[in-house]
Structures are given as structure tokens and as C-alpha cells.
């Protein structure tokens, strides 16, 4: 059973800095994409970056780009989102996700880390 720990939120001035992390754990990654979504009160979840776990290729929301990165550590089964320049819309519950390659659902969610950006 895949197991996706987030963990990294917290309280930040706009304008701040955070880094989530994601440990995942349950069976091998390597045909796996890994990404990070988000959701606001009285929003939907909205996708923000995702990452492919051999090749560490790379995709972003329009609304990230240039401020966010994502990465993994594959020795230690881990995703990162660095968060840098944070805006007050930037507030919401992160979630972490993984699907196949061959899918594209997300298959398996984190249980989410709150970040809050104050203005």
C-alpha cells in the first residue's frame, strides 16, 4: 500500500520562503509521477507541480511558475516543493499525489499540510 507523508507547512509573510516535503513509501516509484496540488476554502483542488520520479522531468502551474520548484530525492523516496515568494493567494492545504505513467489519475493523496501566507 503506497503511503504519501506531507510535511513542511506552516506560517509565512508574503513575500517568504517554505519547502514542503512528501515521503512516500509502499512500493517503487520509478514508473511513477509524483505532484503536488492545493486547495483553498470554498475553492476546488487545483493542480501545482509534478515531477517524474526516473527522469525527474517537470511541469507547473501558470500560477507557480518561476517562484516554485519541484524535486525528489530518489534515495530517499522523497518530493520537495520549494516555495519561494509567496503571495497571500498562495494560502491552502497542500496535497501530495502519485499516479502511473500509463494513468492520469492520481491514484494515491497525502493527508495535506496548510500553508498560510499572511499579507
Known amino acids: 500500500q503506497v503511503q504519501l507523508v506531507e510535511s513542511g507547512g506552516g506560517l509565512v509573510q508574503a513575500g517568504g520562503s517554505l519547502r514542503l516535503s512528501c515521503a512516500a513509501s509502499g512500493r517503487p516509484f520509478s514508473s511513477y509521477v509524483m505532484g503536488w496540488f492545493r486547495q483553498a476554502p470554498g475553492k476546488e483542488r487545483e493542480f501545482v507541480a509534478a515531477?517524474?520520479?526516473?527522469?525527474?522531468?517537470?511541469s507547473y502551474a501558470d500560477s507557480v511558475k518561476g517562484r516554485f520548484t519541484i524535486s525528489r530525492d530518489n534515495a530517499k523516496n522523497t518530493m520537495y516543493l520549494q516555495m519561494n515568494s509567496l503571495k497571500s493567494e498562495d494560502t491552502a492545504v497542500y496535497y501530495c499525489a502519485v499516479r502511473s505513467l500509463v494513468r492520469k489519475e492520481y491514484d494515491y493523496w497525502g493527508q495535506g499540510t496548510q500553508v498560510t501566507v499572511s499579507s
Open positions: 515531477i517524474t520520479w526516473s527522469g525527474g522531468s517537470t
